[in-house]
C-alpha cells in the first residue's frame, strides 16, 4: 500500500514557476514509476508526466515539454514536478500517482493540489 500527499501549489502569474511536490509513505518507492496527472475544470484527466523507478526515464505530454521537469529522491520517497513558464492553460489540479514497474496501470492516487494561473 503507497499513500501519496501532493503540495506545493499555488495561485501564480503567467510566466512564474512553482513545484509540485509528492511524498509516498513505504519502504519501496523505487520499485514504482510515479506520474502526475492534471484535471482542469470541466475537463477529463489526463497526463502530464512519469518518471521511472530509478529515475533515469522521463515521458511528458507534448504541451509541457520544455517547461516542465519530473524528477525523484528515492531516499526521501518524494517525486517533484517543476514548472516553469507557466500558462493559464496550465491551471487544473494536479495529482500524483503510483505504478508497481510492472504494472500498466496507476493503483495509487494522492487527493490533489490546486494549481492557478491568472493571465
Known amino acids: 500500500q503507497v499513500q501519496l500527499v501532493e503540495s506545493g501549489g499555488g495561485l501564480v502569474q503567467a510566466g512564474d514557476s512553482l513545484r509540485l511536490s509528492c511524498a509516498a509513505s513505504g519502504r519501496t518507492f523505487s520499485m514504482y514509476t510515479m506520474g502526475w496527472f492534471r484535471q482542469a475544470p470541466g475537463k477529463e484527466r489526463e497526463f502530464v508526466a512519469r518518471?521511472?523507478?530509478?529515475?533515469?526515464?522521463?515521458y511528458y505530454t507534448d504541451s509541457v515539454k520544455g517547461r516542465f521537469t519530473i524528477s525523484r529522491d528515492n531516499a526521501k520517497n518524494t517525486v517533484y514536478l517543476q514548472m516553469n513558464s507557466l500558462k493559464p492553460e496550465d491551471t487544473a489540479v494536479y495529482f500524483c500517482?503510483?505504478?508497481?514497474?510492472?504494472?500498466?496501470?496507476?493503483?495509487?492516487w494522492g487527493q490533489g493540489t490546486q494549481v492557478t494561473v491568472s493571465s
Open positions: 518518471i521511472s523507478g530509478n529515475g533515469g526515464s522521463t
Open positions: 500517482a503510483a505504478r508497481i514497474i510492472t504494472a500498466s496501470t496507476y493503483s495509487y
